[in-house]
């Protein structure tokens, strides 16, 4: 069964503002992943946190795990154009090694 | 040339057809998965395999079966094809560690 679920958003934002969207998932986990597909394509890899910690960042985004509410947060800030995309969580599972993934976010960003 | 190749890139097929997808990575890992798209549900694994020898089923295998050829190629195959099997499939390769899977640029198939 999946783990990963992101909350059941479709993001419409101007660009230069900041993107928020959360997952929530059921079982202990040694990691969460988060990918981004563009229209169509394969999924890239964004950002990893493993879960003894709590906040991470890569350039502009920003990754928050919650280990005790089961739930992560990814932020974009200063959101382009080229960020419009679906945004997946995934998670492994404590001792499950292969990933579940969510439903995905669509985000939107308007020039 | 692309790190995970998918081919075909686009399938229409006729219910009952075998059909089979096939992906090759050059990343030199051991593991390698096949995923399924299908919109509003998100990626559901079908198949994966830790090595050459070890092949595993994943949520939703019912209705496939897969062929690990080398450490660098995992075929995925439909038997009889059926209309629900229309959707955007995906094979995917990662460390050991499965960390920042790589994916390839998908199979769409259509099943009429």
């Known amino acids: ?111 | 040339d692309a790190d995970v190749t998918q081919t075909p890139r686009n399938r229409i097929t006729k219910t009952g057809k075998r059909i089979m997808l096939e992906c090759s990575q050059t990343k030199g890992h051991d593991r390698m998965y096949w995923y399924r798209q299908d919109p509003g549900l998100g990626l559901r694994l079908i198949y994966y395999s830790f090595d050459v020898k070890d092949i595993n089923k994943g949520e939703i295998s019912d209705g496939y079966s897969v062929s690990r050829q080398a450490q660098a190629k995992f075929s995925l195959s439909l038997e009889s094809a059926i209309p629900n099997q229309t959707a955007l499939y995906f094979c995917a390769t990662s460390d050991s560690q499965g960390i920042g899977y790589t994916f390839g640029s998908g199979t769409r198939l259509t099943v009429v």
């Open chain 1, 1 to 111: 069964s999946q783990q990963g679920e992101e909350d059941p958003q479709a993001l419409s934002i101007q660009e230069g503002e900041n993107a928020t969207m959360n997952c929530s998932y059921k079982t202990s986990i040694n990691n969460l992943q988060w990918y981004r597909q563009n229209s169509g394509r394969g999924l890239v890899h964004l950002i990893l946190i493993r879960s003894n910690e709590r906040e991470k960042h890569s350039g502009r985004l920003r990754v928050t795990l919650d280990t005790s509410k089961k739930s992560s947060s990814l932020l974009i800030t200063a959101s382009r154009a080229a960020d419009t995309a679906s945004y997946f969580c995934a998670t492994d599972g404590h001792g499950n090694n292969r990933l579940a993934f969510g439903k995905g976010n669509q985000v939107v960003v308007i020039p």
